[in-house]
């Protein structure tokens, strides 16, 4: 069965920190990993990665794959209130469906 | 529409009603996927369409459940004889292409059960 399982679950920081959000996967066939920022229900997507090393940049977050060791990190520098969400990762495997993580809750204190 | 639109916003019912739960996707996207979201958890996966066809039900966690979309546009997510472990919020997500990777997720229904 895939799996996905992101840490921290829950992150406290001040603005102007920098994070790093971890998710590792377990998939038979995987396909895509992606990155979603979840705040009051919709998910919104941030970052699609397929290829290992390449870095996806957007602003102040970043994301990176390692398909050798099956793990993905999710930075996010110069943190502002604004950040504070639901982080969630999903791999996209074989037919439709993504699989989700946990999420990690980010709270970024003024 | 401008995005994926979920009606109702929030649900409230009683042990043993039934409830419909409405999805209007982005105009012209094939594809149409349902989740359910626990407190505290990701998404699960219930069910994917493409068009009219209900291609993957796998997810949907018993056969109070049902789902469909029989123009190929809105969908409706029925839960039959609810109970309180269906408490949870339903996304609904829609896509261009037929990938998941390319969803567009709605705001969702928050369905709590007493």
């Known amino acids: 069965e895939d799996k996905v399982v992101q840490s921290p679950l829950s992150l406290v920081v001040h603005e102007g920190d920098t994070v790093t959000l971890n998710c590792s996967y377990e998939v038979t066939n995987f396909r895509s990993l992606l990155w979603y920022k979840q705040e009051k229900k919709a998910p919104t997507f941030l970052f699609m990665l397929?290829?290992?090393?390449i870095e996806k940049k957007s602003g102040r977050l970043s994301s990176i794959l390692d398909k050798k060791e099956l793990f993905s990190i999710l930075n996010i520098t110069a943190t502002q209130t604004g950040d504070s969400a639901i982080y969630l990762c999903?791999?996209?495997?074989?037919?439709?469906?993504?699989?989700f993580g946990e999420g990690t809750q980010l709270t970024v204190n003024p | 529409g401008a995005g994926v639109s979920q009606s109702p916003r929030y649900k409230v019912a009683k042990r043993g009603q039934d409830v419909a739960l409405r999805c209007d996707p982005i105009s012209g996207h094939v594809s149409l996927f349902w989740y359910q979201q626990a407190l505290g958890q990701g998404p699960e996966f219930l069910t994917y369409f493409q068009n009219e066809a209900q291609l993957d039900k796998s997810g949907l966690p018993s056969d109070r459940f049902f789902a469909e979309r029989p123009e190929g546009s809105v969908s409706t997510l029925k839960i039959q004889r609810t109970q309180q472990e269906d408490s949870a919020v339903y996304l609904c997500a829609s896509s261009l292409v037929g990938l998941s990777t390319e969803a567009f997720f709605g705001q969702g229904t928050r369905l709590t059960v007493v």
């Open positions: 397929t290829s290992s090393g």
């Open positions: 999903a791999e996209g495997t074989s037919g439709s469906r993504l699989t």
